[in-house]
């Protein structure tokens, strides 16, 4: 018999088909067993009655724990009774792989325990609905860009320094000299503008903050745009298209996820562009009316960017920070350049920051004077100076940190169920 992934059951309804699959739940009434089966690809219930299959199924079913694996064949039918809108009349069945005592039982289970054994709690149908909204993320953020003429490359991983400096990095030998794990492709990816006009990389970058809060992780997956001519306002406008197109996706592609997840989808349908637009002093006047102590000067903490971020029904841009609490690369306001042309992009209903991009700074004189200002290894930056030396044009770019973006579209309260195996402070296992 033809074996059939349950995401292509619909093709085969009434015919004789074979499917392979994990028991993740089982019951009997003595006569018949009733199977809920999982193949990775869908969900199904299987029904044996013990009058139609030999003794030896019948003595198969018996020896079924959870999480064993079978192969069961027999006809399909569609069932909208069922929660997975099929059942499958078995005909004959055979055990794969009987489960040991499987340790995530149908009880509550601690977080921790959990996490300890994430290698089984991604099976879970929770977690597989966040797998494959992340999925649908990152194929979305990647349509979008070719869509755009944007041409998709690789940034290193391993560098000799960091485009805002080595205190929160992960640090390595690199035979007889020091490396660090990349928290950003930007550098690399303003050289390769200059080259393909518009770019981008997608990949892991890793930050050694000591830091415990719901949104942040030392392994985490990063998407880095940078476009030549392109400068602030333009560069803010490519921000807010892609988050609409992605949202948008994801409510066309994953009802069924977001369905599981219990997602209030009528948040996520406001997502519409223009997003709202406020200044870095604009946020600072709103959070003291909210209650908040910040001060001009202080960059937005967590706390802060969820008071603001409630204030709005849909993702907001925060612009023009002082320079002075922002990166060195960052074009100064020509209005002020007490302060930067830069944005962050928060989500709502208090997720925060996901975006964070600027105009970059593209006078030699400007870059070099903020190289030493910020105390940073001139020779490390010297290929860097070259893009102003040889041909300098106004870019702009941004990053877009994925597990951030999939906690808040799937309306997760912290980011470690949002990547397969989180590296958090204190988890370096599984």
């Known amino acids: 018999m033809k074996h059939v992934y349950l995401s292509d059951l619909a093709n085969f309804l009434g015919q004789e088909i074979t499917i392979k699959a994990w028991v993740f739940n089982f019951r009997s009434s003595g006569k018949i067993f009733f199977l809920q089966l999982r193949d990775g690809t869908g969900r199904i219930q299987a029904v044996i009655s013990k009058n139609e299959v030999s003794a030896e199924v019948w003595q198969a079913c018996e020896k079924i724990t959870m999480e064993t694996s079978v192969e069961v064949s027999g006809q399909a039918?569609?069932?909208?009774?069922?929660?997975?809108?099929?059942?499958?009349?078995?005909?004959?069945?055979?055990?794969?792989?009987?489960?040991?005592?499987?340790?995530?039982?149908?009880?509550?289970?601690?977080?921790?325990?959990?996490?300890?054994?994430?290698?089984?709690?991604?099976?879970?149908?929770?977690?597989?609905?966040?797998?494959?909204?992340?999925?649908?993320?990152?194929?979305?953020?990647?349509?979008?860009?070719?869509?755009?003429?944007?041409v998709l490359t690789d940034t290193p991983i391993l560098t000799p320094t960091s485009c805002e400096g080595t205190t929160t990095l992960f640090s390595t030998d690199y035979f007889d000299e020091k490396a660090y794990l990349s928290q950003s492709g930007q550098l690399y990816l303003e050289a390769l503008a200059m080259a393909l006009g518009r770019v981008y990389d997608f990949g892991p970058t890793f930050r050694a903050e000591k830091s415990k809060t719901r949104r942040h992780m030392m392994e985490f997956w990063m998407l880095d745009a940078e476009a030549a001519f392109v400068q602030h306002e333009e560069n803010?406008?490519?921000?807010?298209?892609?988050?609409?197109?992605?949202?948008?996706?994801?409510?066309?592609?994953?009802?069924?996820?977001?369905?599981?997840?219990?997602?209030?989808?009528?948040?996520?349908?406001?997502?519409?562009?223009?997003?709202?637009?406020?200044?870095?002093?604009e946020a600072v006047d709103k959070l003291k009316v909210l209650g908040s102590?910040?001060?001009?000067?202080?960059?937005?903490?967590?706390?802060?960017?969820?008071l603001l971020t409630k204030e709005f029904d849909k993702p907001v841009f925060v612009t023009n920070y002082p320079a002075k609490i922002k990166a060195f690369y960052m074009q100064p306001d020509p209005?002020?350049?007490?302060?930067?042309?830069?944005?962050?992009?928060?989500?709502?209903?208090?997720?925060?920051e996901i975006i964070g991009g600027s105009e970059r700074v593209w006078d030699l004189k400007i870059l070099e004077k903020r190289i030493k200002e910020y105390k940073l290894p001139q020779k490390d930056f010297d290929w860097y100076l070259d893009l102003r030396r040889y041909g300098s044009v106004p870019h702009s770019g941004f990053g877009i940190g994925l597990e951030r973006t999939v906690a808040w579209?799937?309306?997760?309260?912290?980011?470690?169920?949002?990547?397969?195996?989180?590296r958090l402070l204190n988890r370096l296992r599984p």
């Open 236 to 281: 803010m406008e490519v921000q807010e298209k892609l988050v609409q197109y992605v949202v948008s996706h994801i409510l066309r592609n994953r009802a069924r996820e977001l369905e599981i997840l219990k997602r209030d989808i009528s948040l996520l349908e406001k997502v519409k562009t223009p997003f709202p637009r406020i200044s870095y002093q």
């Open 77 to 150: 039918m569609e069932d909208k009774r069922s929660p997975f809108g099929y059942e499958m009349q078995v005909k004959d069945l055979k055990l794969i792989s009987i489960a040991e005592e499987y340790p995530i039982a149908k009880k509550e289970h601690g977080v921790d325990f959990l996490l300890d054994n994430r290698h089984l709690w991604i099976r879970s149908e929770r977690q597989t609905a966040i797998l494959r909204i992340r999925d649908e993320i990152i194929w979305s953020m990647r349509e979008f860009f070719r869509q755009q003429g944007y």
């Open 335 to 352: 209005t002020n350049p007490e302060l930067a042309m830069c944005d962050d992009l928060l989500a709502p209903e208090g997720y925060g």
């Open 409 to 422: 579209i799937c309306g997760l309260d912290h980011v470690r169920e949002t990547i397969p195996f989180p």
């Open 293 to 306: 102590d910040i001060k001009f000067g202080d960059d937005l903490g967590a706390d802060d960017e969820t």
